[in-house]
Structures are given as structure tokens and as C-alpha cells.
């Protein structure tokens, strides 16, 4: 090895030894006589001294070294006059004896600090660099602990850890595939996996059991806020099991690496049917950290000659905290705030609930002390509180009111990053209507069960069967979600034709699948995690990208290594590939 130890161990227990380390130059102060600098590497940052009167020309050569050089330094541990407690090493320095410049360095294009001076792109390009730096180091450290947390807790009981292939076919995810051109087989391509689904329950059937795998998935969307086309799931599987099985094993998951990484118990998850999750949040993903639940104010403001309200399919509203004293100003902003495209919603009612029990709202012309009395009670309204209602159609006004209700929570500071409510959301859909296709939908994969007792109405009436899936919620973010699947050949048919897929279709895509139930499927059923938002959650950021080690930008692009890129005429003649100009 080229040191004795690394830049973040020594401690007063060390005084005295001779070490030799080796890291990056972070910084370096002169001070006349001395010369201090910073010795950088995975581990820490360890202080160096130079010191002129005891050797002139190495505390010279000292001062000629520039950020980021690679250094290999040997000296003699001291105990330092000035403790800096905020370093690990902080209470010890090294004075040089000797050292040698591994290599050297060009300025990098922004600092190497906590915080940077450095912009987005230009980190994205250097990722290299951007990586020295503590918090997004720290950032990989702690994901690198979450998998092998996962590992440990899927280990123990007793699942086997498979690859599974990277060039496929279409996978049933729903969204548009990445493809790769094969140039032994002309005018053919392979797809790359949306995810390991139908693998796993391939391996189901071939007995295997209790599968996981912490793998990459490819997704060719558009990439709204904080998505990235290749990204990392924890995916499993199991057999012989029941929706219960599945639920306590995963909870089991989350509740041992909350508690290994985080030193958090999450107690027993709730459960909430996707119908109440709906009703109360107006969102299949709630953030329960705070209450201020969708109240549904249709019974109570109908027929007062208030059009805006007689005509609206949903009259909505929330008591926001400790908000009646909001100004003209902050009203006014309010109701821009739900104008703007992305709510799309025309105008916002308000009632301000008074701490001297009065309530003065913006509707008074329609409605008397008494009614505005009434929606502070369907409300929970407190007096000082804030009524807000929304009103137009379903499921429109439903969504702008959740996208209203988690700006105030987050305007408001409920969402405190440190607090993680955790539930399970159950009895999905199985199916949603596609307004541009004109059909069903599966909400999960195809391959999602139906609730049993739901079956009969697949025929009858499709929008209304519930499927066997679940999704696990942490704090507004849909962290995890599976579903029992259909292993009987011919309710997978029934499914299928639902879906509007005919028989040569069906054959055509999941035929492999198909057959393969065939030959004795096992019940069974399964889970998919998203890694690198678990990660992130963990480490308290809102964006998965720095637990991404390279990851790509809102382009799809990867910056540093400038990909996707044109290939040359050679390379698509040989895949028979032919550009359009
Ligand atoms: N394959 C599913 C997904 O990626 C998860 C599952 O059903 O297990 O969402």
C-alpha cells in the first residue's frame, strides 16, 4: 500500500507514530512561517504542517503544490495546539517529513467543497470531480449501505438473488421501450428491460421460489422532474404466498433498513384502500405527515345561486392551519397559484375562520354566517384557520385540490424531512380508461390479479374491478409497488382480451410467458422498489440524482461521457440501419 493510513483516522491515540498518507490537496494556507494544507481522500481530510524553520526547502516545495494534486506524504503525528472539533481528525496534524507528488492537477472547473460554486451542468460534466465532494460521496456511501442492508435482511430470509437479462423484449410497464439493433439478426431488436417482470415470474415457475434482484430498468418517457431512463429497483417475487405474505415480508424490509440505516422504527404500516386514499388526500400517494384532509362541501353549498358552485361536479375544500390571517396579497397569490396551468383550476374560494369565532369568506353574498358555520365543521376548521375550496370537475378539481393541500403543508413546514409516515395503499383499480385510445388500461401490468371476489365483474363492468396490488407510501412518494399475479391460463386470456389484445397479439408479445404457465405455475406474486428514491429519501434530498453515481440530465443526456451520440456509417452499415436525413 501506498499509506500507513487513510486521511480520516488518526486521533490523539496516534500521537507520536510515523504514518505515511496519500490523498488530494484540498487546501492549503500559508501563514509566513508554517504552511498548512489539507490532505484529502474517502475517508476524511487529515491537516499536513510545513514549517519553515525546521526544513526551509520542503516547506518551499510545499507551498509550489496546487488544489487536487496527488500527494503521498510521511511524517510524524502531533497533537494540535488549535482542536478543530468538528473534523474527526480535527484534535491531531501531521508534521511533514517528507513527500512525494504522485500527480499533478489542472484547476478543476468549479470548488471541491460542501458547497460548490459549481452549477448543475457543470457538475454533471465533471461528474468525476463532483464525486470528491462530501455530500455526494456521502450520498453513494449511504447507497451503497441501503443495498447491502437489502441484501442482508432478502438473504436471511431466504431469497436468491438472480440475474436476469439485459436485452429482451418488450417488458408489460406500459412505457416506450429503449431498443438496441441486432446486427446478427437484421431488421430485428432487442428491447431493454422496463423491468425483470415477466423474468421473475419466469423463475416462478421454475421454482425458484423467492426471488430478488437489485437491478436496472430502462425507460424511454419523457423525463418529467427527477426521473431518470435507466434507474435501479429491488425487485422481487415469491411463491405459494397471499397478498399478506407479501405485505408483512416487505414492511418487515422497510421497517429492518429504516431501522439499520436510520435508527428509525416505523411501527406497523397502516393500510388504506386506494378509494379512501382518494377521498381523503385526492391522491393515490398521500403525505401523511399533516392532516388538512379533502372535505367534500357538495351536500352543503348547492342551490345558494352561487353558479360557480350549482354547476361544479366537486365542491372541495381544506382548513389550512393557522391561516386566517392571510392578506389580500397572499390570497390573491394563492389563487394565481391554482390558475396557473399546471392546476389549471379558474378561481379559489376562501373562508377565513376568525380566532374570535367569526368567519368572513369570499362568497358572502351567497352564503350567511351560519353555512360558512357548516363547512368549518365539515372541515375541522379551528378557529384561525384558513377554508380553502376548489370547485369544477371530477377528478380535475380532486388533483388540484391535493397539489393545494402538500404547497401548503410544504409552505407551511409540515413536511419535515426527518419525519417518515409510511402506509400501504391497496385495491388499485385494475383498470383505467384511456381517453386517447379509447380503451382499458391495465393501472399495474397485465399480469396484476384481480381482487377474487371482484372477478365476475371483468365482464360486466371493468372500471370497477379492484386488482390484488399494493404500493408502499413514505411521506408522499410512492417508494414501492407490486401486485398477486394471474397465473390461470385462462383468466390471463379474459384479461387480455379485456385489454383489447387479440389472441396473436397476446402470443405474439408474452407468448413466452404464456406457455410457460402452461406447464404449472405456481400462485404467486411480488414487489418492485425504487432504489435510488429510497436512497434519496434516506439521505433527506428531494432529488434522486446524486444517488445516482453518473447519472443523466433532463435531456436524457450524459454530459460527462456526451452520450447518446451518432455512430459511425461503418457501425450502421453493419446493423443494416439506414439514418433519414
Ligand atoms: N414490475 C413492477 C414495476 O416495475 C413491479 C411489480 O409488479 O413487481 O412496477
Request: with cysteine; net charge negative; proline share 4%.
Amino acid at each position: 500500500m501506498l499509506r500507513t493510513h487513510t486521511c480520516g483516522e488518526l486521533d490523539l491515540k496516534a500521537v507520536g507514530k510515523t504514518v505515511t498518507l496519500a490523498g488530494w490537496l484540498q487546501r492549503s494556507r500559508d501563514l509566513g512561517g508554517m504552511t498548512f494544507i489539507d490532505l484529502r481522500d474517502r475517508y476524511g481530510i487529515t491537516q499536513l504542517v510545513f514549517n519553515m524553520e525546521q526544513d526551509a526547502a520542503l516547506c518551499e516545495a510545499a507551498r509550489k503544490l496546487g488544489r487536487e494534486f496527488v500527494l503521498q506524504v510521511s511524517g510524524q503525528v502531533t497533537e494540535r495546539e488549535n482542536k478543530n472539533p468538528k473534523m474527526a481528525t480535527g484534535d491531531v496534524e501531521i508534521i511533514v517529513r517528507e513527500f512525494k507528488v504522485l500527480n499533478s492537477a489542472i484547476t478543476p472547473p468549479f470548488t471541491i467543497e460542501d458547497h460548490t460554486d459549481g452549477g448543475d451542468d457543470l457538475r454533471m460534466k465533471y461528474r468525476y470531480l463532483d464525486i470528491r465532494r462530501n455530500p455526494v460521496k456521502e450520498a453513494l456511501l449511504l447507497r451503497a449501505r441501503v443495498a447491502a442492508e437489502t441484501r442482508n435482511y432478502l438473504n436471511r430470509q431466504g431469497f436468491v438473488e438472480v440475474e436476469t437479462p439485459v436485452l429482451i423484449k418488450s417488458t408489460p410497464e406500459g412505457a416506450r421501450d429503449f431498443v438496441v439493433p441486432s446486427r446478427m439478426n437484421q431488421g430485428e431488436f432487442y428491447a431493454l428491460p422496463q423491468s425483470p417482470q415477466t423474468f421473475k415470474q419466469l423463475l416462478m415457475v421454475a421454482g425458484m421460489d423467492k426471488y430478488y434482484q437489485i437491478v436496472k430498468c430502462f425507460r424511454d418517457e419523457d423525463l418529467r422532474a427527477d426521473r431518470q431512463p435507466e434507474f435501479t429497483q429491488i425487485d422481487c417475487e415469491m411463491s405459494f404466498i397471499e397478498r399478506e405474505d407479501i405485505l408483512s415480508t416487505f414492511e418487515g424490509m422497510a421497517r429492518y433498513l429504516f431501522q439499520s440505516v436510520k435508527g428509525v422504527d416505523i411501527g406497523t404500516l397502516p393500510r388504506m384502500t386506494y378509494a379512501e386514499a382518494m377521498e381523503r388526500y385526492g391522491n393515490d400517494k398521500p403525505d401523511t405527515r399533516f392532516g388538512m384532509e379533502l372535505k367534500d362541501l357538495n351536500k352543503l353549498v348547492k342551490g345558494k345561486n352561487f353558479k360557480v358552485f350549482d354547476e361544479a361536479g366537486l365542491v372541495v375544500a381544506i382548513a389550512v392551519p393557522g391561516c386566517a390571517e392571510y392578506t389580500r396579497k397572499q390570497l390573491d397569490e394563492l389563487t394565481d397559484w391554482v390558475k396557473r396551468p399546471q392546476i389549471g383550476m379558474s378561481g379559489l374560494v376562501y373562508a377565513k375562520y376568525a380566532t374570535d369565532g367569526t368567519i368572513k369568506s369570499s362568497v358572502d353574498k351567497f352564503y350567511s354566517a351560519d353555512d360558512l358555520k357548516q363547512w368549518a365543521v365539515a372541515t375541522d376548521a379551528q378557529p384561525g384557520d384558513l377554508i380553502l375550496v376548489l370547485a369544477g370537475a371530477e377528478p380535475k378539481t380532486r388533483k388540484a385540490m391535493s397539489e393545494l393541500r402538500l404547497e401548503m403543508g410544504e409552505r407551511l413546514g409540515l413536511c419535515d424531512r426527518n419525519t417518515f409516515r409510511c402506509l400501504w395503499v391497496v385495491d388499485f383499480p385494475l383498470l383505467e380508461w384511456g381517453e386517447e385510445s379509447n380503451r382499458w388500461h391495465a393501472m399495474h401490468h397485465p399480469f396484476t390479479a384481480p381482487i377474487p371476489e371482484d372477478i365476475g365483474l371483468l365482464q360486466i363492468d371493468p372500471g370497477k374491478v379492484r386488482a390484488n396490488a399494493y404500493d408502499m407510501v413514505i411521506n408522499g412518494v410512492e417508494v414501492g409497488g407490486g401486485s398477486i399475479r394471474i397465473f390461470d391460463k385462462q383468466l390471463q386470456s379474459r384479461m387480455f382480451e379485456v385489454l383489447g389484445f387479440s389472441k396473436d397479439e397476446a402470443q405474439h408479445q408474452f407468448g413466452f410467458l404464456l406457455n410457460a404457465f402452461e406447464y404449472g405455475a405456481p400462485p404467486h406474486g411480488g414487489i418492485a422498489f425504487g432504489f435510488d428514491r429510497l436512497c434519496s429519501l434516506f439521505g433527506g434530498a428531494d432529488s434522486i440524482r446524486d444517488y445516482i453515481a453518473f447519472p443523466k440530465n433532463n435531456a436524457g443526456r450524459d454530459v460527462m461521457i456526451d452520450s447518446p451520440s451518432t455512430i459511425s456509417e461503418e457501425q450502421l452499415k453493419e446493423l443494416g440501419i439506414a439514418i433519414r436525413a
